[in-house]
């Protein structure tokens, strides 16, 4: 290739082939017992959710708040590491595609994420909503996302609830670019300077594992966490992560006057930026939307994640 030729080896769409060592393949559990009220009520939601995605309005709502998606600009300080400095992250997470959000339109957001330039795209769960077949919808889109460092994804609780097989949903993924990160990190470097990019699996409906996830990292080393679920921010805390990504809560989805009826995190954590001791958490409010096609007060976000060094 000489100098004058556009660099476009990166955003080549056709398959890669990812060899995951067998030790780190998703497993899918036996879903564990609930409690019969919870199953009722997730039954309750699941009918009512397929019974809205039959109407055409129901999309037409989905459409009207997805015309509302916000880019967030999140500061990471990385220290004295000017090779890492002005690095952007993308950060899609419950995409709940299948439910009110279509292919055609998940496509759109893609593409429009990758106009936007990001170094790097991180996927947190919720891909799928309440099929396994909704999987499929998800071929374009992923392999529009393409980035210079790469694309990874964390698994979420519908995709564990949704997809029987989870080694399937991790080669669906990793066939299409996108590296599953459950239970793994990985040193992302630029120039001489790098920071540990890992994830878990998801919290209620996975096994998470965060020590295996932080395994390999140097000491002081800066480490951003996947975390589907961001209740998983005190362990993170404690074992020093800088930064958590999360989403699962769609910032309430629905909220009224700042008070959210349902928020699925058992500390407050419902939406934007925390903090505990030297760490820090950043809750999306995510792209899609599920069992309800609207939103209120909490309108669909992609954060954009921005390294910033020391000078
Ligand atoms: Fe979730």
Do not use: K
């Not at 009110?100 to 891909?127: A, H, K, S």
């Not at 409906?205 to 295996?212: A, C, K, Q, V």
């Not at 404690?238 to 006057?257: A, I, K, N, R, Y």
């Not at 934007?272 to 007060?297: H, I, K, M, Q």
Request: hydrophobic residues 40%.
């Amino acid at each position: 290739m000489t100098a004058l030729e556009p660099r476009m080896q990166h955003f080549d769409t056709a398959p890669l082939a990812i060899a995951t060592p067998a030790a780190d393949r998703l497993r899918s559990w036996p879903v564990r017992r609930r409690p019969l009220l919870r199953e009722i009520a997730d039954m309750f939601a699941v009918t009512l959710n397929r019974a809205l995605d039959a109407m055409p309005w129901a999309h037409a709502l989905h459409r009207r708040a997805l015309a509302r998606l916000e880019y967030t600009e999140v500061a990471f300080s990385v220290g004295a590491r000017p090779d890492l400095d002005g690095l952007r992250i993308a950060f899609l997470t419950d995409l709940h595609v299948g439910s009110f959000l279509d292919e055609d339109t998940l496509l759109d957001v893609c593409e429009d994420v990758v106009r936007r330039g990001p170094d790097l795209i991180c996927l947190g769960g919720d891909l799928v909503n309440s099929r396994e077949e909704e999987l499929d919808l998800l071929d374009r889109p992923l392999r529009a996302l393409r980035a210079p460092l790469g694309v990874y994804a964390v698994p979420g609780n519908h995709d564990h609830r949704w997809i029987a097989d989870m080694g399937d949903w991790q080669d669906f993924l990793e066939r299409r670019g996108v590296q599953v990160l459950a239970n793994r990190g990985r040193r992302v470097t630029r120039g001489s300077s790098g920071f540990w990019l890992c994830g878990v699996d998801d919290l209620t409906d996975g096994r998470p594992d965060l020590r295996r996830a932080l395994h390999g990292r140097s000491a002081g080393e800066p480490t951003l966490l996947l975390a589907h679920q961001p209740d998983h921010f005190p362990e993170a805390a404690e074992q020093g992560v800088d930064l958590v990504l999360s989403g699962h809560t769609h910032g309430g989805q629905v909220g009224l006057m700042g008070w959210t009826p349902i928020t699925h995190t058992r500390h407050g954590l419902v939406r934007g930026d925390f903090r505990r001791a030297e760490s820090r958490l950043y809750v999306s409010r995510g792209v899609g939307a599920t069992v309800l096609p609207f939103r209120v007060g909490a309108a669909p976000e992609i954060p954009i994640i921005e390294l910033v060094a020391e000078r």
